[in-house]
């Protein structure tokens, strides 16, 4: 069994541009969140998408968006990006509660 | 808003000893969760706190949930190099359900051998 996979691995953008990354939640698991790790910090949550909705969102501004297809796997689009967003950018899977997160997407922005 | 306070920040310990990990909140928690983070890894689950004085064991780890769910601590004994990494705890605010989990700022821990 595949746990959380995330893609790309890394990627390197400039401010302005536009970003998009994939999470493929654990298998059973319907529900994902993403999270924003700053080095050196706690992840801090981004929103939680559960049957293709947005369930909840965190302190983010709306250039931060997202989307969950039918069979659970999840986006997070980031438009025009800043040097601040440069991060880890996390998804975590749930079931139940606990979370399983993926290996995260290492996000720098010049 | 809600903060989740923990300290020490860092914390070095000689393989063997025993290291405590302290989580603080100003309201009352539903639950806590405890992750740990290997250096340039991800966070992993480790455990769920859910009732009010709880303790729970797993080997060389024990979590403690306090009487007034404001606080919980993670406790190893007798360390070992491989407990290396940041251990953070994560709440969910009482007042917005519990779908969004806010995390502590972490204790990072090293061992040295």
């Known amino acids: 069994d595949a746990g959380v996979t995330q893609s790309p691995t890394h990627l390197i953008k400039t401010r302005g541009q536009q970003v998009t990354l994939r999470c493929s939640p654990k298998s059973g698991h319907d529900t994902v969140s993403w999270y924003q790790q700053a080095l050196g910090q706690g992840p801090q949550f981004i929103f939680q998408?559960?049957?293709?909705?947005?369930?909840q969102r965190g302190n983010f501004p709306d250039r931060f968006s997202g989307h969950q297809f039918p069979n659970y796997s999840s986006e997070l689009n980031v438009n025009a990006l800043l040097l601040g967003d440069s991060a880890l950018y996390l998804c975590?899977?749930?079931?139940?509660?606990?979370?399983?997160f993926g290996p995260g997407t290492r996000l720098t922005v010049l | 808003g809600q903060q989740v306070m923990q300290i020490p920040q860092y914390q070095h310990v000689q393989e063997g000893e025993d290291f405590t990990t302290y989580c603080n909140s100003s309201t009352t928690l539903s639950n806590i969760q405890w992750y740990k983070q290997r250096p340039g890894g991800h966070p992993v689950f480790l455990i769920q706190l859910v009732k009010s004085g709880e303790v729970k064991k797993q080997k060389r780890l024990t979590f403690q949930f306090g009487e007034a769910k404001k606080n919980s601590s993670l406790h190893i004994t007798a360390t070992q190099t491989t407990d290396v990494g940041t251990y953070f705890c994560?709440?969910?605010?009482?007042?917005?359900?519990?779908?969004?989990?806010?995390f502590g700022t972490g204790t990072r821990l090293k061992v040295l051998a």
């Open positions: 994560a709440a969910p605010p009482t007042t917005s359900g519990t779908y969004k989990y806010i």
């Open positions: 998408y559960y049957e293709e909705e947005e369930r």
């Open positions: 975590a899977s749930s079931l139940a509660g606990e979370q399983f």
